[in-house]
């Protein structure tokens, strides 16, 4: 009850469709007459906003873009790698709000493709006017590189809109590590209930990706705050998963206490696999590339190689090996991230691929 009092704007289109994949499944757990049937759907956050190709960015800025409003704050100040989501998400927002957004783009993979920063989400921030700010921490003294946490290039970035006469709003990296960042996924499962009481069913296993961290504990909070065992698991994305389980407990609790002091968050429902983020933040590997060919061509699911295309490699592990056993109603939630596929075509061009 408590959510429905903290203001929000109406950046979504309303709830997130909810959509059965027959033929994922199918391909992942061929049916047996012994075996109850795996049932498989997705929670498509990559179709829940008309701004800019939506995705879970945009279900969490609902929250810390009114905040910003009632600061009566000029500029949104954010931070992500050179194809984030996050700071088109960011640049998106503030265009619909009438901010300014200034981000910063660091250099957080070790790669660089073809037009890598002239394509996918760095291009639709600057097509909407975003001041992208792209290597500037080498003027500080060197790139921090990826990270989850706090940056000193946006520090700079607020301390310069305000000698300009502006009054910065600083949103963390993926609006995660923020009072509010975990709100916008809370609601995301509560949203799901609803929509389980329609379809008739009961999704015991969530399947999430995880990097900052708000949409993972979000969900957990929403899990744990209805009480019905439902099981969130996180697939790793970050290549640090020491720092992004920390994030989402620490997330989670927090949010948790914001809304109900009385509900806790125990360890057993911070669940995180570290099996499929391949190594390294941002760089797709032969099952991430595998797991987005098989989404791609069962049931047009597409996926992105820095985010999604990795949860949805340790989906079909979980199922595979029986981790996520027969009779399970699986929801996989999509968070988006199409737009940065382009930057990352020199990974598809073979034939395998
Ligand atoms: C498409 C997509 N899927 C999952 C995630 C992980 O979400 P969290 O950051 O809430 O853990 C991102 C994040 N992206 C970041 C970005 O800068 O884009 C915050 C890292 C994402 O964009």
Same mark, same amino acid.
């Given at each position: 009850?408590?959510?429905?009092?903290?203001?929000?704007?109406?950046?979504?289109?309303?709830?997130?469709?909810?959509?059965?994949?027959?033929?994922?499944?199918?391909?992942?757990?061929?049916?047996?007459?012994?075996?109850?049937?795996?049932?498989?759907?997705?929670?498509?956050?990559?179709?829940?906003?008309?701004?800019?190709?939506?995705?879970? @960015?945009?279900? =969490?800025?609902? +929250?810390?873009? !009114?905040? $910003?409003?009632? #600061?009566?704050?000029?500029? &949104?100040?954010? /931070?992500?790698?050179?194809?984030?989501?996050?700071?088109?998400?960011?640049?998106?927002?503030?265009?619909?709000?009438?901010?300014?957004?200034?981000?910063?783009?660091?250099?957080?993979?070790?790669?660089?493709?073809?037009?890598?920063?002239?394509?996918?989400?760095?291009?639709?921030?600057?097509?909407?006017?975003?001041?992208?700010?792209?290597?500037?921490?080498?003027?500080?003294?060197?790139?921090?590189?990826?990270?989850?946490?706090?940056?000193?290039?946006?520090?700079?970035?607020?301390?310069?809109?305000?000698? @300009?006469?502006? =009054?910065?709003? +600083?949103?963390? !990296?993926? $609006?995660?590590? #923020?009072?509010?960042?975990? &709100?916008?996924? /809370?609601?995301?499962?509560?949203?799901?209930?609803?929509?389980?009481?329609?379809?008739?069913?009961?999704?015991?296993?969530?399947?999430?990706?995880?990097?900052?961290?708000?949409?993972?504990?979000?969900?957990?909070?929403?899990?744990?705050?209805?009480?019905?065992?439902?099981?969130?698991?996180?697939?790793?994305?970050?290549?640090?998963?020491?720092?992004?389980?920390?994030?989402?407990?620490?997330?989670?609790?927090?949010?948790?206490?914001?809304?109900?002091?009385?509900?806790?968050?125990?360890?057993?429902?911070?669940?995180?696999?570290?099996?499929?983020?391949?190594?390294?933040?941002?760089?797709?590997?032969?099952?991430?590339?595998?797991?987005?060919?098989?989404?791609?061509?069962?049931?047009?699911?597409?996926?992105?190689?820095?985010?999604?295309?990795?949860?949805?490699?340790?989906?079909?592990?979980?199922?595979?090996?029986?981790?996520?056993?027969?009779?399970?109603?699986?929801?996989?939630?999509?968070?988006?991230?199409?737009?940065?596929?382009?930057?990352?075509?020199?990974?598809?061009?073979?034939?395998?691929?």
């Amino acid at each position: 009850n408590t959510l429905r009092l903290i203001p929000k704007l109406p950046f979504l289109f309303g709830p997130s469709p909810i959509q059965a994949l027959p033929r994922l499944t199918r391909a992942i757990s061929p049916p047996t007459s012994c075996d109850p049937r795996i049932t498989i759907h997705a929670k498509r956050e990559d179709c829940n906003s008309p701004l800019a190709y939506g995705g879970n @960015k945009v279900r =969490k800025l609902v +929250y810390l873009v !009114a905040d $910003a409003q009632a #600061h009566a704050c000029t500029a &949104l100040v954010s /931070v992500g790698g050179i194809q984030s989501n996050h700071t088109r998400a960011v640049t998106a927002v503030a265009a619909a709000a009438g901010l300014q957004a200034v981000t910063v783009q660091e250099r957080w993979v070790p790669i660089d493709p073809p037009l890598y920063a002239q394509t996918g989400n760095i291009l639709l921030s600057r097509l909407m006017g975003g001041d992208v700010r792209v290597g500037i921490g080498e003027e500080g003294g060197g790139e921090e590189g990826f990270g989850i946490g706090h940056k000193e290039a946006t520090r700079r970035v607020c301390r310069e809109v305000e000698e @300009k006469g502006g =009054k910065p709003y +600083y949103i963390p !990296a993926g $609006a995660s590590d #923020h009072e509010l960042g975990g &709100l916008g996924f /809370v609601d995301c499962m509560v949203e799901i209930a609803g929509q389980e009481r329609e379809l008739g069913i009961f999704f015991d296993t969530v399947i999430v990706c995880s990097v900052t961290g708000s949409s993972h504990a979000g969900l957990i909070v929403g899990a744990v705050a209805e009480g019905r065992g439902r099981k969130v698991i996180g697939i790793d994305a970050s290549g640090k998963p020491e720092e992004t389980k920390e994030q989402v407990t620490r997330i989670a609790r927090n949010t948790a206490k914001l809304l109900d002091p009385d509900l806790e968050i125990p360890d057993s429902a911070i669940i995180l696999d570290d099996r499929f983020h391949e190594g390294v933040y941002g760089v797709p590997g032969p099952s991430t590339i595998k797991a987005m060919q098989l989404a791609a061509r069962t049931d047009a699911v597409i996926t992105d190689p820095v985010y999604e295309g990795k949860s949805m490699a340790g989906m079909i592990q979980l199922i595979r090996e029986g981790t996520i056993g027969p009779g399970s109603n699986v929801l996989y939630v999509h968070l988006g991230g199409q737009p940065a596929l382009n930057a990352y075509s020199s990974y598809f061009e073979t034939e395998s691929a």
